[in-house]
Nanobody
Framework: QVQLVESGGGSVQAGGSLRLSCAAA????????MAWFRQAPGKEREGVAA???????HYADSVKGRFTISKDNAKATLCLQMISLKPEDTAMYSC??????????????????WGQGTQDTVSS
């Protein structure tokens, strides 16, 4: 089991950048796939980016080229660098951990441990 706490959310204007962090605690951190999800009001939870075995990554089409996921096993930290933000990126962002696989999933059902989330708001 992995305990997760997100930070770095906030408000930014369209075109701006934000960097989210997810601090993890638990002995199995280096042996899990991790991902970022987001959920806007009235919408379903959406997988944004995931990182798995050997650092392989998987991005949603809507964020490719703008978001970068990274995982530091030594620091037990997951990050999401977001640039060129759009108003439609406004959502509650959560990190999650699940079984380690070569190609990480963007389906929420794959993940077993979740953080509380951090709100990001992008204004036009």
């Amino acid at each position: 089991q992995v305990q997760l706490v997100e930070s770095g959310g906030g408000s930014v204007q369209a075109g701006g950048s934000l960097r989210l962090s997810c601090a993890a605690a638990g002995s199995t951190y280096s042996s899990v796939s991790m991902a970022w999800f987001r959920q806007a009001p009235g919408k379903e939870r959406e997988g944004v980016a995931a990182i798995g075995k050997f650092g392989n990554t998987h991005y949603a089409d809507s964020v490719k080229g703008r978001f970068t996921i990274s995982k530091d096993n030594a620091k037990a930290t997951l990050c999401l660098q977001m640039i060129s933000l759009k108003p439609e990126d406004t959502a509650m962002y959560s990190c999650a951990a699940g079984p380690l696989v070569y190609t990480p999933s963007l389906e929420p059902t794959w993940y077993t441990d979740w953080g509380q989330g951090t709100q990001d708001t992008v204004s036009s």
